[in-house]
């Protein structure tokens, strides 16, 4: 680790940067997990940027930075642009520690999260993303699921490692993603276009609880398809390899078949109607069995899943052709 030491000693050798919007009790939580890191023989900190602003996160912060005397503790408002990308460039360019961590306020990282992120860096990588663990009992909910995905996925800020000279060489997050979607692919893009390589810290770990959430929350995130629009114009081939190589095809048909019904229906072509709807609703109940695959059956969560699969398809074409346009491409 002592490639990391800054020439001043005054100087952390590694800062967290912790985005935060209104959830101090989640914030709580990891900060204390923070607190009790362990394996670090140099001074380091922690800088928490707030989004909201909330004054329960400020009071929060200020009294836990009261209380301990290492790592140094600081509160910081995001400036500028909102969002969890724009929080972070205010977190990380406010530090001069020459390797930044990155964690979300709503995860629990490992006692030796740091230090084993610091190790995984020894070899020279310019960044390196840690392992997310997400505790499920029984099967999943739909939510739940989409938690997991963090288990599978290469770089996310919920668990991530970079060396400061290689932010400021990408000029760090992209403000233009404003979702807590797609800003940790866009920098990991970024890092591997003018690095060339992006490592993994499988030893630096940090849990994720799933978050209770409202009913329906699946058609809210259909928004998030527009940033993918935003990261497909910017990496195109990186976009093609690791994210998504062909269109969602069961959307375009229950889209193309409800709008060819109503059509038919207006044209007073009442079978082709009834046929191209019922198309529709078939495309939505295979939609819907997907979801369920493996996952939940309780009748609730079953109800759910019917209900959001009829809309989820008109909200994700909507959303992509929105920010295909307005990021002049078309993406798969």
Same mark, same amino acid.
């Given at each position: ?5 800054a ?5 952390p050798? *590694?800062?967290?940067v *912790?985005a935060?919007?209104?959830r ?6 990891? &900060? +204390?997990a923070l &607190?009790?890191?362990?394996g670090?023989?140099?001074?380091w900190? *922690?800088v928490?940027?707030d989004?909201g602003?909330c $004054?329960?996160?400020?009071a929060?912060? +200020?009294a ?7 790592p140094? &503790? /600081? ?9 969890p990308?724009? $929080? ?5 360019? !406010?530090t001069r520690?020459?390797?930044?961590? %990155?964690?979300d ?6 006692p ?14 310019? $960044? ?16 739940? /699921?989409?938690? +997991? ?7 996310v ?11 400021l060489?990408?000029g760090?997050f992209?403000?233009r %993603? ?5 800003e940790d692919s866009?920098?990991? %893009?970024?890092?591997l276009e ?10 630096a ?6 978050r ?5 929350i !699946?058609?809210?995130? +259909?928004?998030n398809?527009?940033f ?13 390899? /690791? ?6 095809w069961l959307?375009g048909? *229950?889209?193309a !078949?409800a709008?060819? $019904?109503?059509?038919?229906a &207006?044209?007073?072509q ?15 109940l295979? %939609?819907?069995l997907?979801?369920? /695959? ?6 609730a969560?079953?109800a759910?899943?019917?209900?959001t699969?009829?809309?989820i398809?008109?909200l994700?074409c ?5 920010g295909?346009?307005r990021?002049?491409?078309l993406?798969?």
């Open positions: 680790m002592k490639r990391f030491a020439a001043d000693p005054t100087v050798a *590694i800062a967290v *912790i935060t919007c209104r101090p009790a989640l914030l709580r939580r990891c &900060l +204390q &607190l009790a890191q362990q670090l023989a140099r001074d900190e *922690i928490v940027v989004d602003p $004054a329960d996160t400020e929060l912060v +200020q836990l930075a009261a209380t301990c005397k290492r140094r &503790l /600081r509160y910081a408002r995001a400036q500028g642009t909102r969002g990308a724009g $929080a972070r460039n205010t977190g990380w360019r !406010s520690a020459p390797v930044v961590a %990155f964690t306020d709503d995860t629990v990282p490992a030796d999260w740091l230090a084993e992120g610091l190790r995984a860096l020894d070899d020279g990588l310019v $960044a390196a993303g840690g392992r997310v663990v997400v505790p499920v009992d029984g099967p999943p909910t739909d939510h739940a /699921r989409m938690t +997991q995905g963090l288990e599978r996925a290469e770089f800020t919920a668990n991530a490692f970079v060396r400061r000279s290689a932010l060489g990408v760090g992209d403000t %993603f404003t979702r807590a979607w797609r866009d920098l990991q %893009f970024a890092l003018r690095y060339g390589g992006v490592g993994r810290a499988e030893r770990v940090v849990v994720h609880p799933v209770p959430v409202r009913w329906g !699946s058609m809210a995130q +259909q928004a398809v527009y993918d629009a935003l990261l497909f114009a910017k990496h195109p081939d990186l976009y093609r390899s /690791r994210i998504r190589r062909h269109p969602p959307y048909l *229950i889209v !078949s709008l060819g $019904a109503a059509g038919a &207006l044209a007073g009442g079978p082709l109607a009834g046929a191209l709807a019922a198309l529709a609703l078939a495309g939505c295979v %939609f819907a997907r979801r369920l /695959r493996g996952a939940s059956h309780a009748p969560h079953v759910e899943m019917l209900v699969s009829l809309a398809p008109f994700a909507y959303w992509r052709l929105r295909a346009w990021f002049r491409t993406f798969p």
